[in-house]
């Protein structure tokens, strides 16, 4: 190749990465201009929480909101549930990008003190998704309002039931949803990290989150008599002691997983009573495939060898949840290097073991398992110097208070990754 022909390149590239530049920075200042509007949504979201397969009310404000800004190409009731996709065309075909942010609440009384307080007892917000729906709208404003500047089309995916199983993402993308789609993305607000901060995962952006009910069977008798029975307390206590080491010891020490029993129940009918039965429930949560499949194995042998070991028996009903999120590494590494160059947030950290990895559920694997695509965090925690006070409870407690700085960041990243693969539309 000829020395002016790279020189011209170089020239094309630099004037494609201005060009990109000021598309973003004229998106950037549009979402700050709507900030204040796009929390007031979110307030209103959160006032008016709605269980998973019961969101009606909330489909139905998203909807008058995407048609308030002049956005027709909606549809409703998706993936067996009220999930709402709409779309965005630019002014030339180019890539079709999918932004999704879940919309349902949780059955948890609200103990925060906030003048938006839910108002329905008992179901509140504590996971964020009014914060993740809002900023979704807000961005799905800025888009449509720069539509004739940009090559593509955007999706917007308002998904149901992320909360309870089977969840609402499986079915969308059984539906057909992402058919067309090249990359799809996501993120969740994260009270352990201020705003401001974004976090990235490489690999795994959350754990595939599991089940487990352990029911085992002795023989009951009296106290006085333990030789004449199968106690199975002494065998619950025994599996309990035993379930530890799939961590220690079986499971790959540089993937993250987590083995809680949450719960024990046996006896308590008399002191002088051996129990017959016992059950213990419990969660497993894991980052690979290979490694929950492991680890599902090696518990069902642990809880049945156990029992066996001391005359009983023991059951095991293992209900697997959603998938661990799987992220394109590619796409992550491009996409790090952009927020970074954006100057745009104060910190970009990996989420790992070290940081906090995200080790609940998420039903936005399903997503990933069919398309390309990656899982952001964005922090809602209060800086030091503007907690008042204010304390930082996690994700799913009742008294969950987050910064409503983080919308504007959950906008930027949005418009931030959607400015790497739609392409600008020269205008003379």
Same mark, same amino acid.
């Given at each position: 190749m000829l020395r002016a022909d790279l020189t011209s390149i170089s020239q094309i590239e630099n004037e494609v990465s201005q060009a990109t530049a000021a598309l973003l920075a004229k998106w950037l200042k549009y979402a700050a201009s709507i900030e204040s509007e796009v929390i007031q949504v979110r307030r209103h979201l959160h006032r008016h929480p709605e269980l998973s397969f019961e969101e009606s009310e909330t489909a139905n404000f998203i909807y008058m909101e995407l048609l308030s800004a002049k956005i027709f190409d909606i549809e409703r009731n998706v993936g067996g549930g009220y999930g709402i996709v709409a779309r965005i065309k630019g002014a030339q075909p180019g890539p079709t990008i999918a932004l999704r942010a879940d919309i349902d609440a949780l059955p948890i009384m609200e103990e925060a003190d906030v003048p938006f307080k839910s108002e329905k007892p008992g179901v509140m917000h504590a996971c964020g998704h009014d914060i993740h729906t809002a900023s979704l709208l807000g961005v799905a404003q800025v888009i449509q309002a720069h539509r004739d500047e940009f090559a593509g089309t955007v999706v917007f995916i308002f998904q149901h039931a992320e909360e309870k199983k089977p969840g609402g993402a499986k079915a969308i993308v059984e539906a057909g949803y992402l058919k067309d789609v090249d990359m799809v993305f996501g993120l969740h607000v994260d009270p352990s990290k201020p705003a401001g901060v974004v976090g990235y995962s490489l690999a795994y952006g959350s754990a595939a989150s599991d089940a487990f009910e352990i029911k085992i069977q002795g023989r009951g008798g009296h106290a006085s008599s333990p030789h004449t029975t199968i106690d199975s307390v002494v065998i619950a206590a025994e599996t309990i002691t035993n379930l530890q080491t799939l961590v220690s010891r079986v499971a790959n020490p540089i993937e993250p997983l987590v083995v809680t029993v949450a719960g024990v129940e046996a006896g308590m009918g008399a002191p002088n009573i051996i129990a017959d039965t016992a059950t213990i429930v419990g969660t497993v949560r894991s980052s690979s495939p290979t490694g929950r499949a492991t680890i599902r194995k090696q518990l069902i042998q642990i809880a049945e060898m156990t029992a066996a070991m001391h005359g009983g028996t023991a059951t095991v009903d293992y209900d697997e949840g959603y998938p661990a999120i799987q992220n394109t590494t590619s796409i992550v590494t491009d996409l790090v290097s952009a927020i970074d160059?954006? +100057?745009?947030?104060?910190?970009?950290?990996?989420?790992?073991? &070290?940081?906090? $990895?995200? /080790?609940?559920?998420?039903?936005?694997?399903?997503?990933?398992?069919?398309?390309?695509?990656?899982?952001?965090?964005?922090?809602?925690?209060?800086?030091?110097?503007?907690?008042?006070?204010? +304390?930082?409870?996690?994700?799913?407690?009742?008294?969950?208070? &987050?910064?409503? $700085?983080? /919308?504007?960041?959950?906008?930027?990243?949005?418009?931030?990754?959607?400015?790497?693969?739609?392409?600008?539309?020269?205008?003379?």
């Open positions: 160059s954006s +100057a745009i947030f104060t910190d970009l950290i990996e989420n790992t073991a &070290a940081t906090g $990895a995200m /080790m609940n559920g998420e039903d936005f694997a399903y997503y990933l398992e069919d398309t390309k695509g990656a899982y952001f965090t964005v922090g809602c925690d209060f800086l030091e110097k503007d907690k008042q006070g204010r +304390a930082s409870y996690p994700l799913h407690n009742g008294k969950f208070v &987050a910064n409503e $700085a983080c /919308m504007l960041n959950a906008m930027s990243l949005f418009l931030v990754i959607l400015s790497q693969y739609l392409k600008v539309v020269p205008h003379d």
